[in-house]
Antibody, heavy 121, light 108 residues
Framework: EVHLVESGGVVVQPGGSLRLSCAGS????????MYWVRQVPGKGLEWLSY????????FYGDSVKGRFTVSRDNSKNSLYLQMHSLRLEDTGLYYC??????????????WGQGTLVTVSS | EIVLTQSPGTLSLSPGERATLSCRAS???????LAWFQQKPGQPPRLLIY???SRPTGIPDRFSGSGSGTDFTLTISRLESEDFAVYYC?????????FGQGTRLDIK
């Protein structure tokens, strides 16, 4: 069974930095592209980033481009999101998700439970 | 960026009824890149439909997807109590992924 567990969410001040992690198990981690998505509690979903299976290619949503960096360590079955210059509007529940296919279908088929980031002074 | 507009915002129906949820894109998208998710309170989204009309393993066949171009539909043929939730459509185009704002399906 696929299992994704996010961690690293805390309360951080505006302008601060934070790194989130996502540990994958139950599947061959380095076969799949991965994603980060966030959700303000009670609101909709916002895609943040995408990374290929080998980390060679990344895409970002406009709201985080230049501030957030996605990376992965396949030897540790782990995905990361490095966040800088955090803003109040970055507050939310951050999910990692895996692609449905080793051929990368841009379909997010399994999600973790999320880790909560709160940006507040 | 492609904007997805879902309608209605809220749909109130009774168990056993048929639900039809709409997702309209601001420009044409490839059917391979249109998906639907279900989300219940306190849970992450669950993939229901991908490539506009394909169901992942384990998704009941009362859920079906259709559409092409800019107009897509999620149909739940006979609502069961566990189907009352929020539904999102999602698309990928030109190195960008966007979600619709969601349709809340309430028990009438």
């Amino acid at each position: 069974e696929v299992h994704l567990v996010e961690s690293g969410g805390v309360v951080v001040q505006p302008g601060g930095s934070l790194r989130l992690s996502c540990a994958g198990s139950g599947f061959t981690f380095d076969d799949y592209a991965m994603y980060w998505v966030r959700q303000v509690p009670g609101k909709g979903l916002e895609w943040l980033s995408y990374i290929t299976w080998d980390g060679s290619t990344t895409f970002y949503g406009d709201s985080v481009k230049g501030r957030f960096t996605v990376s992965r360590d396949n030897s540790k079955n782990s995905l990361y999101l490095q966040m800088h210059s955090l803003r109040l509007e970055d507050t939310g529940l951050y999910y990692c998700a895996k692609d449905i296919s080793v051929d990368t279908a841009m379909v997010l088929d399994s999600w973790g439970q999320g880790t909560l980031v709160t940006v507040s002074s | 960026e492609i904007v997805l507009t879902q309608s209605p915002g809220t749909l109130s129906l009774s168990p056993g009824e048929r639900a039809t949820l709409s997702c309209r894109a601001s420009q044409t998208i490839h059917s391979s890149y249109l998906a639907w998710f279900q989300q219940k309170p306190g849970q992450p989204p669950r993939l229901l439909i991908y490539a506009a009309s394909s169901r992942p393993t384990g998704i009941p066949d009362r859920f079906s997807g259709s559409g092409s171009g800019t107009d897509f539909t999620l149909t739940i043929s006979r609502l069961e109590s566990e189907d009352f939730a929020v539904y999102y459509c999602q698309q990928y185009h030109n190195f960008s992924i966007t979600f619709g704002q969601g349709t809340r399906l309430d028990i009438k």
